[in-house]
């Protein structure tokens, strides 16, 4: 059982799953001190001339939690609720994602309190440029490596490689993952994370004898991650029968037709809940709480917790989205028999092609879609079936798994690195 005062501060629910896996592990003392804490961190203050004329300053961290592994890797969040234990959390968990499916990063994570909905393009390019000035020395292929996340994308990486690049003299793509394929992308980047979440479905429920055809899922949140699960699952016989963002969700028993939703919301800039073919409104949380066998929460934090959980009627939750339960809520839904696939495994996607990304910049040389996809395959199935696997053998959840099988990869690591003092 977990301990934290504070249900909702994420950092106190990914510290009370550590600890409980430093534990289940026998950690050494001296190890459970060093990683329990992040690297470093710094807050810097970005002075913005806005539109209007006025001179506005925005407040922006970015947290290195561990390079043990390798160049710290994590994305940058745009969004007015960021806070500096957000993105602590954040970075830890890349820390224990990257290790997870075992490709060689350590973990970081970057912010800044802003509202892009409020912003112009040109106020965003500003805001990302000095931001990425702030940083360029703690930025770098070798050193730390940003990638999209909540309200940032393709456009911002690619401001952030400029900037990087203008500072040092020479075009450098490695130094962010996440761009535009025209400027040193990797093919399927885009679509990565929630087709990740996808195979880690399919693996699902392979081990626990469901079928694919009819099975029901429900995805809250329609960015980036959402909207391409949400759309590779129904063109591969899922039937969405939930979808929800910001403005509201829809629930239809019948499905919905996510390729048509994503056109809907994304191309022509429509509200989902008007969506012509859609069903029965309700809010994004309600959505949560409806039958489905599949519930995919890729929006934001704390959705699920100790208040709410006994009503999730899934039979598999798979966290797209990072911390969407609280550590309160995890012995609920163990409880009441629910299949988690935790977050540091479920949308590893997203990192395991932006690893392939960074390679294939440092090479030159790039792939097909098809074989960046049938490489993700092969992580995500190997990383889902050591994660089972080790939580059978280990008589823990699979979230507990999952940290057990990361901690025990950094701290073997850190032993062989041995600490500079
Ligand atoms: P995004 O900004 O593209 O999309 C966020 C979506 O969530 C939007 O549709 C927004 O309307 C919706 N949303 C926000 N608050 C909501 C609420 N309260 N209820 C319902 N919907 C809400 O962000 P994204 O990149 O898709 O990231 C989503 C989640 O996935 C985040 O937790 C992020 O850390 C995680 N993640 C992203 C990536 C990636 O590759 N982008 C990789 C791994 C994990």
Known sequence: MATVKNELNVYESAAARFELAAQKLSLEPGLYKYLQHPNKEITVYIPVGMDDGRLEVFIGYRVHHSIVRGPCKGGIRFDPGVTLDEVRALAAWMTWKCAVVDIPFGGAKGGVICDPAKLSRGELERITRRYTAELIDWFGPERDVPAPDIGTNEQTMAWVMDTYSMHMRHTTTAVVTGKPFDIGGSRGRKQATGRGCMMVCDKALEHLKMKKEGCRVIVQGFGNVGSWAARLM??????????????????????????????????????????????????????????????????????????????????????????????????????????????????????????????????????????????LQDVMDRSFNYVVRYAGEHSVQNRIAAYMLAIDRVATALKMRGIYA
């Open 234 to 375: 129904h063109e591969a016989g899922y039937k969405v029968v939930g979808v929800a963002d910001i403005h509201g969700a829809l629930y239809n028993e019948n499905g919905l037709d996510a390729t048509k939703l994503m056109d809907w919301v994304h191309v022509q800039r429509k509200p989902l809940p008007e969506f012509p073919q859609g069903g029965t409104k309700m809010s994004s949380t309600d959505v949560l709480f409806q039958p489905c066998d599949i519930l995919l929460p890729a929006a934001t934090e704390n959705q699920i917790t100790s208040k709410n959980a006994h009503l999730v009627q899934a039979k598999i939750l798979c966290e797209a989205a990072n911390g969407p339960t609280t550590a309160l809520a995890d012995d609920i839904l163990e409880k009441n028999g629910v299949f988690v696939i935790p977050d540091i495994l479920a949308n590893a996607g997203g990192v395991t092609v932006s690893y392939f990304e960074w390679v294939q910049d440092r090479m030159g040389f790039f792939w097909r879609e098809n074989e960046v996809n049938e490489r």
